[in-house]
């Protein structure tokens, strides 16, 4: 696993989210204008068969994952604490 540093929890925390917010819905929309009828089916089946449950993915990786994102928001909330 990655050691990240206080100060670049910092700067994470402290990005410009309403720009990054912005950039993002701009690129999506113009992703989206030059899609076809057949572009958004297949954007649809593979999202339909990325949320169906898999065998493969056991439940302890499942956990795992959860316990790293319950670390990284205590890490951030931390952070926003330190900062005020």
Do not use: C, N, Y
Request: charged share 35%; glycine share 4%.
């Amino acid at each position: 696993m990655l050691d990240v540093t206080r100060d670049e929890l910092v700067r994470f925390a402290r990005r410009d989210w309403v720009a990054i917010a912005g950039a993002k819905e701009r690129h999506w929309l113009r992703w989206k204008e030059r899609m076809t009828p057949s572009d958004l089916w297949r954007l649809s089946d593979d999202l339909h068969s990325s949320a169906r449950p898999r065998g493969d993915w056991l439940q302890s990786d499942r956990l795992a994952d959860l316990f790293v994102h319950q670390r990284v928001g205590q890490a951030l909330r931390a952070v926003t604490r330190a900062t005020r």
